[in-house]
């Protein structure tokens, strides 16, 4: 099935995203302030934002060239500043392997989409 012409899918979808988010920071609010359940809590902003920047870089190809570059140094600079955020937080405590994984995948495809729009 395909969508009617005047929908806008990419919108649609980060309306989804935005949907799912908000629905995933709700849930965590049920967790302990204290422990991994605490650091995980803590740490839902930055995840979040790493799914939102994994997200975007997908489209980072279609902008025009002039945005693609501050678009890449933007991802850059959230990437850093939340992966910083969530080691600081974790430096203690053995992260979950999903956060990892995020972390990992995040970093991918920056490095891809980087040495694309080189």
């Not at 302030?33 to 930055?46: E, I, N, R």
């Not at 392997?97 to 729009?117: F, G, M």
Request: aromatic share 6%; charged share 25%; hydrophobic share 45%.
């Amino acid at each position: 099935m395909t969508p009617p012409e005047n929908m806008d899918v990419d919108r649609l979808s980060w309306a989804v995203l935005l949907a799912k988010w908000i629905e995933f920071a709700k849930g965590v609010t049920v967790l302990d302030d204290q422990g991994d359940q605490g650091l995980f809590k803590a740490s839902v902003t930055d995840i979040i934002m790493l799914q939102a920047i994994w997200f975007a870089l997908a489209q980072a190809p279609e902008l025009e060239p002039t945005e693609q570059a501050l678009a890449i140094m933007r991802s850059g600079v959230l990437i850093e500043k939340h992966v910083g955020l969530i080691e600081n937080r974790w430096a203690n405590t053995q992260k979950p392997s999903l956060l990892i994984e995020l972390i990992e995948q995040v970093n991918e495809r920056y490095h891809q989409v980087k040495n694309q729009l080189k």
